[in-house]
């Protein structure tokens, strides 16, 4: 069984632009004070997106495609490793000062 994809580069750019307006939208109607937690819940898109650059890469045909494919793997991945580093940072605000404190002086005594 043979299963092939084709997308033109009209599809490719209609989806292209209903994702970019669809982002802006969403995005644009959060309060500020919840963009942090909203981008932490939504590490799991940049995974797809990801899986979607490595899909792109593994049926690129030239080297230029190859290039865009690995850059867009590169990128893909350095955006989902930021959520994550940007989450924890979010989630050591939360943290008690009792502890941050009792942490510091057992640096101390070492």
């Known amino acids: 069984m043979d299963v092939t994809t084709t997308i033109t580069g009209f599809v490719a750019l209609y989806i292209f632009m209903l994702a970019a307006f669809t982002g802006y939208e969403i995005i644009g109607r959060v309060p500020a004070i919840l963009h942090t937690p909203l981008m932490s819940g939504s590490n799991f898109i940049h995974g797809i997106v990801v ?16 290039v865009i494919g690995f850059f867009g ?17 979010m ?15 057992s640096a101390d005594k070492e």
């Open 51 to 66: 899986v979607g650059a490595m899909w792109a890469l593994l049926n690129a045909a030239t080297p230029l495609e190859q």
């Open 73 to 89: 793997v590169l990128l893909g991945a350095g955006n989902a490793a930021g959520g994550y580093v940007v989450t924890e940072r």
């Open 91 to 105: 989630l050591e605000m939360f943290k008690s000062s009792d502890k941050k404190a009792d942490q510091s002086s």
